[in-house]
């Protein structure tokens, strides 16, 4: 900071005016201070006694304890693979008309498409002349029968026509099956009804979600035409960190709900606990949901607190906690008055009692249980 003398003549009276100026310096090119990490933090806090007497920490030990209590957890709505239908057709054709879009709900049976092509006349008519030539393998087959029982007919010919009929007879079993297979009912089939069109059915109650034709494409048997899904049996997949994966029990209730609609809560169950980890340690499990709702929708993102009956933990006073840059710690009392950061993992929390996950703090020791607040201040004011 620099300082300008003025000299102002008024009157005979000479007068001398101080003025302050700052030149080349700005707010934003002055030096400020490094934001401070868990990493800049001194570890090692000391008080002494009046210190620790009027910041009001309290000294004790971590308890054993059997706590109630819930935890956080969050997953997706998803169905069951069986309620899930990718629908293609087994004999390619060209889509001749269709009125579904997605969000469209279905029933069971219901025409979806209908698709046309020369294979489902060729079908139709191998069939009908299957059938024309069986009754005459039959035919044949009796006549050379009653001639082999009277000596009339080799054998040899016997068998032969045994063997045309039992040929003409598979035959016409798997073109049945095919004409079933694309919807056709071989039963009903006559040389007067043979339809060059076929419908695409719904083969489940449902909604559509994704529709894949469009009329005058050609779909080959291994494209997929629709997407359906049954909601009826959705479930709720949720992601469990290692640690916490023993609390949890097939029959464990949960209580699920939406980020859109906090308030209204959606009551499910644990049926399935999955021991496989993903790479990020964590591991799936699956509830069903007590009670239909509305607000359901498969791959919806949910929120869902777990209920823990009697774990056994290593609890503190939720004081006893603190938080910093994402991270949580307990001060450990090296000695008297010195205490050292120590970082832990939360698991359950009941009645203002934390459960603490860590391999550096045992039932014996000593840790700061009360205003460890007043700790993490000390250290932060330390680092800068």
């Known amino acids: 900071m620099n300082k300008t003398i003025r000299i102002i003549v008024y009157g005979g ?29 001194d570890q090692n806090i000391q008080l002494d006694a009046k210190q620790l007497s009027a910041a009001g920490i309290v000294v004790g030990t971590p308890t054993v304890e059997n706590i109630s209590g819930k935890i956080t957890l969050q997953g997706t709505v998803a169905v069951a693979p069986q309620n899930t239908v990718s629908l293609s057709f087994p004999i390619g054709g060209y889509i001749k008309s269709t009125s579904m879009l997605p969000g469209k709900p279905v029933r069971k049976g219901q025409v979806l498409a209908t698709i046309e092509d020369l294979q489902f006349i060729q079908l139709q008519q191998d069939y009908l002349t299957a059938q024309t030539n069986y009754t005459l393998a039959e035919t044949e087959y009796k006549r050379q029968y009653e001639l082999n029982q009277s000596k009339a007919s080799s054998d040899k010919v016997f068998q032969q026509a045994k063997a045309e009929m039992d040929r003409e007879r598979i035959l016409i079993s798997s073109l049945a099956e095919k004409l079933r297979l694309i919807g056709i009912v071989p039963q009903k089939l006559t040389t007067t009804n043979i339809k060059k069109e076929v419908p695409i059915v719904s083969p489940s109650d449902g909604f559509i979600t994704k529709v894949n034709i469009s009329v005058g494409k050609y779909t080959a048997p291994t494209d997929i035409l629709f997407e359906i899904v049954n909601p009826s049996a959705m479930y709720l997949s949720l992601k469990v960190f290692e640690k916490d994966l023993s609390k949890i029990q097939v029959g464990s209730t949960v209580t699920a709900y939406a980020n859109s609609d906090v308030d209204r809560k959606i009551p499910a169950a644990v049926f399935l606990v999955n021991r496989t980890f993903d790479e990020n340690r964590m591991a799936e499990v699956l509830c069903h949901f007590r009670q239909s709702a509305s607000i359901l929708t498969p791959g919806m993102f949910m929120n869902a607190d777990l209920n823990v009956d009697n774990t056994k933990a290593l609890v503190v006073p939720e ?66």
């Not at 030149?23 to 934001?35: F, I, L, Y």
């Not at 906690?321 to 991270?327: D, F």
């Not at 710690?329 to 970082?343: D, H, L, P, R, Y």
């Not at 460890?372 to 680092?383: D, T």
């Open 13 to 41: 009276l000479t007068l001398f005016s101080f003025i302050s100026c700052t030149q080349g310096e700005k707010a934003e090119n002055k030096p400020t201070a490094a934001p401070t990490d868990s990493s800049q933090l």
């Open 319 to 384: 004081e006893a906690v603190v938080r910093w840059q994402n991270k949580y710690f307990v001060f450990v009392q090296q000695t008297a008055g010195i205490f050292k950061m120590n970082e832990v993992k939360l698991g359950v929390q009941d009645n203002g009692k934390q459960q603490i996950i860590t391999e550096n703090i045992h039932p014996d020791t000593v840790v700061a249980l009360k205003n460890a607040f007043a700790l993490l201040m000390k250290a932060q004011n330390k680092a800068e």
